[in-house]
Each structure stands twice: as structure tokens, then as C-alpha cells.
């Protein structure tokens, strides 16, 4: 099952809640987490993994024969993204901005145009423990995160669960990490902005149309608009993490709450338990 | 004129609490929201808007149903997958309405807007349609006049709505004869981020003292210094991890970059965030005081890029 851990914002614990159910559940069945927060990626911090693999991302850029091209300027006419321009008869090529769609390749009168391979980041796996674990990264300074989204996603397991950890913020680098999975969880936390950016969160998983439900951190520490919010929406609450200056420390530290305070597998288990049931009811409902 | 940029390597540092906390205490200013994902400053600042702008992102493929062949070279062509054959309907008929529906459908999720898919069909049935993906407005606050703005739910370019904003902010600057912008910057280092930075004149970092928080700062300080955008560190909540504070204090030491200001963990943050009021207008107490001090720390600091 692929579950996604979502939210509107940052900062309010999704990689805490990701880390910790997957150590909660690495005993009892497969588990594969997934760092799709290719902007940041922490998740490999908490879990420390032995990473055994890394392979480039890339992106298909176009690279201009100058001997085959006459700078009639249909490349970049058709560029949507302002990647090729033509300056005194030559293409000049700004392989940053370019989404590698190949049209400047089709619309080349002269076949001046090939493609080549044009690095933007990286995705990594390797083992932590017994979770299987993998992240992506793209390169600083490049602005196109869902290509690198797309190909740590794509070494998602069927068998077991494999917990995604989304990027924040509600736009297409969101977007293309929450597609296709089984659930979405969104984590909030008890402020004006928890309940404002989860508002956004929750609009955003109905417009993809993903079945979700809500976990609450540092649920002490605020008050409880949130809660009334989801009960109003009939949004499932699955779990609340009280405010507590010991767990701050031990996130400080780069440690799970379940390695140092066992009392917290039992929840998380029952939070999974909470999931599977949600989604075979969703299943039940929608006759698959 | 003056821009500072507040950024934070990722979410949830307190850097919006920061900015507003600032925006009580500088004069003269015009204030710009760029987190347009998930615009939080308005929470704070309560302001009143004036004008609502509509904002077009990049344009989505439509296809005419009764124009298609359902050649499939379309879904060939697509590189981002954003074009399937349409599920057949359930029943096999809905010729009630007199349609029988596409034969082929865009996923305007998946589509980037690149145009492929509207030269290679050979019946000329796709258009690329402009796509309302935002607002942005112009609002008085009791700080002053503020920019800010809403991406549509799922939408991209985020980049662009930040560089319009900032264009905003800057005209209005100018209009108003302000000799400040602060920007509350988006998280992260992506595309948004990336519009943020170029042409500020110093950007404030806010960190806390994790694991995590000192591996966002340093990829956040290597993207300013991509974009040769002169960088100062605020590390908030301090107190609640001291050995980590020092930790980044001796890489922003061995780094070269200043610490504008530490901030320690103060209840009266969160009390101040549940009221919806800036921490400098309704506290007196030590993470109000510590970002009274960095506010100088900041004057000082800009006024020296000025006289390079
Ligand atoms: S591949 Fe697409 S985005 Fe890249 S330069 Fe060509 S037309 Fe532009
Ligand atoms: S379309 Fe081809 S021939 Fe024309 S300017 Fe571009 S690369 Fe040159
Ligand atoms: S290429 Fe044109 S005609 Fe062919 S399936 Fe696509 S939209 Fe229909
Ligand atoms: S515009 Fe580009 S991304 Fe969108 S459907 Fe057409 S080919 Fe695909």
C-alpha cells in the first residue's frame, strides 16, 4: 500500500510521523520510505541508512548542430518555458528552465536539434535497518522538482507499505508526490497557520482524490480550531502528539520518538491499523 | 530601496512569526508575502485587501471531443503522461446527453503546458486554453501596505506568482516613496525560492538548533550564494537544543556568516500566533526583546551593503 505523508507547510512533523511509523512497523512487515521532499530531504537523517546505490536524474535537453542550423527562430517560438532563444542567427539554449518536452526538437525545420541528458538531481537508496529506503535530491540551483519526484516514486514496491514523505505546500511538486497513492496523511499542528495551510491541504488531496485523514503534533500547544475544522468536515483524526520539550530534544538530536520512548509504537501501530481499515472501507464502498 | 528576504531552508521555523515580528518594529516599508503556496503573514497581520488580481499560469491542453480521431499520437508525444485514452463509460452508454464523451483526456494535474501534443495532432483538435492558477492582492495592514497572494490548489508556477508579487511590492515601494521591502520568503530551495533571491539586498535565515535544521540552512546558504545574495542567520528557539546552537554557530563561523540574532523558545510565540498578533506588538517578554536586538543588527547591516 502506498500511504503519503502530506502538509500544508512545513516544519509540522511529517518526516517525525513517516520516521516513526516505519520503525514502529519495520518488525512486523515490509516497509519502504520514500523521501520525495526532493528539496530538502531529511528523513535519511533520522533513519540513517547505508545507502548502497545512487543514480543521476536527468532531463532530455536540446543541443543545437550549428552546422545544420539557419536561425529561423522555430525553436523557441514553441518553447513554452523561454528555454532556447536565437540571437544573431544562434540558438542559445538555457537548460535550466527546460522541461525536456522535445518540442524544439519537432519543430526544428533543419533536424538541428538532438537531445541530450542534462542532470538535475539524484535519488539514492540503500537499507536502513530493515527498511528499504530511498530519497531523491535535486541539484541546488534547479528549479524542476516533480521530474525527480517521478523517479524515486518509481521505485515503489507493491508488496508491504511504502510511506512517502511529500514536500510541503499544496502545488505540483505535492501534487506529484501525492498521485496514485492508497492514503494520504496530513499533518498539522493546533495554530491559525496549522488550520489555515491544512485547510489548503485538505482542498488539495480532495482535488487529486486521494482518501485522507489528519494527524495533530504538538497538539498541546495551541487550541482547538482544528479540531472543530475536522469535525466539521468529517475528517478522521487518527492520532495527536502533545508538545513536549523532551520530544523536541530528541528530534533535536536526529532520534525517533519510538527509539527512545517505546510507549509511542502501540499508537503508531494503531495509526496504521486506523489506515488499513479506512482505505478497505473506501475499497468496500467504491466496489474494488 | 532596500529588500530584505526572510527564507528558511524548510517550513516551520518560525520564520512568518519573524517577519511579522519585524514588520511592527521597521518604518517606512512595504511588505510582501511570497510564500504563496500557503500564505500565512495575513494571519498576523489582519489586513484589509483593496484590490484581488487575477493571475494566469502556463496555459493546459483542451481537446475538442468532436474534433478527435482518437489517433493516440497525442498520448505518443506527451512526455509527462498527461494524456490517456478516456475510461469507457460505465454501462457502455450516456448517449442520453448526445455525447459520447472524448476518446482520449487530458489530466490537467499531470499537463506542464508545453504545447507538443497541439503540433503533432493531425486533426488539430487540442488547444492550449490559459489557466486561471491564482490571485494576488493589495491590502493595508496596520504595518503598512501588503502584497500577498494565493496559488490555486494543485497549480505550478509558483516562481511566477513570486516574481509578480515581488514586482508589486516593488512598484508600490516606489509609489509610496518607501525605503523598505520586507519579503517573507517561501520555504525551501525550489522554484519559488529561486525567484525570491535574485536582487535582494540581504536575506535572513531563519534555522532552529535540529539535525535537520542545520542540513536545511547550509543548502539554503549555498543556493543565496549561487544567486551572490549576501546572507545572515537567525536561530530561533535556541534554548531548546543548545549544543546544536553552537554547532551552527561554528559553521556559520567557519562559513563566514554573520548571526544576526538568537532567539530563545518564549511562550508568549505561541500565544502571540494563536491571537493573530505580531510577538513585537503584544510581548515584552525574552524572544521579543532578542528580536528587538537583531532588528538593529539588521539596520546596521543593510546600511553597510549600502555603502559598498
Ligand atoms: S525540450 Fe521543450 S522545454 Fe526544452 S528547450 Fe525544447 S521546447 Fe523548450
Ligand atoms: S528551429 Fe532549428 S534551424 Fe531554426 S533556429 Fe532552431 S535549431 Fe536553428
Ligand atoms: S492526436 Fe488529436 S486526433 Fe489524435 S487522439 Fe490526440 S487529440 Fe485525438
Ligand atoms: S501540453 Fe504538453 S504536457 Fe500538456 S498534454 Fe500536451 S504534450 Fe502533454
Known sequence: MLVTVASGKGGTGKTTIVTNLALALARKMPVQVLDCDVEEPNAHLFLEPVFQEEEEVTLPVPEVDNTKCNGCGKCSEVCAFHALAVAGGKVITFPEMC???GGCAIACPTGAISEKPHRIGIVARGQAGRIDFAHGKIDVGVPLAPPVIRAVKRLARKEGLTLIDAPPGTSCPVVAAVKDSDFC????EPTPFGLNDLKLAVGMVREVGVPFAVVINRSTLGDLRVERYCRQERIPILLKIPFDKRYAATYARGKCLVEEYPDWVPPFIGLWQEIERLVSQRARATGN | ???????????GTGKTSIVAALAALA????????????????????????????????SKAVIEAGRCTGCGRCIEVCRFGAITKAAPVAGGENSASGSRGSIVQVDSL??????VCTMMCP???????????GYWYISETPYGPLVHAQLGLAEDNSGKLVTKVRQEARRLAEENKARLIITDGPPGIGCPVIS???GVTLALVVTEPTVAGWHDLERVVKLAGHFKVPVTVCINKYDLAPEKSREIEAYCYDEGLTIAGKIPFDADVARALVNAVPL???????????????WDSLLVRMEKIKMQ
Not at chain 1, 496523511?185 to 498539522?188: E, K, P, R
Open chain 2, 1 to 11: 530601496m532596500q529588500e530584505l528576504l526572510v527564507i528558511s531552508g524548510k517550513g
Open chain 2, 123 to 133: 486533426a488539430g483538435a487540442i488547444t492550449m486554453k490559459p489557466n486561471l492558477a
Open chain 2, 110 to 115: 499531470s499537463c506542464e503546458g508545453c504545447g
Open chain 1, 185 to 188: 496523511l496530513l499533518v498539522t
Open chain 2, 196 to 198: 525570491s533571491l535574485t
Open chain 2, 27 to 58: 518604518e517606512d516599508k512595504v511588505l510582501a508575502d511570497c510564500d504563496v503556496d500557503a500564505a500565512d503573514l495575513h494571519l498576523l497581520l489582519r489586513p484589509e485587501v483593496e484590490s484581488v488580481n487575477e493571475f494566469y499560469g502556463s
Open chain 1, 99 to 101: 522541461h525536456g518536452c
Open chain 2, 280 to 294: 513585537t506588538a503584544c510581548s515584552r517578554g525574552a524572544a521579543a526583546n532578542a528580536v528587538k536586538a537583531m
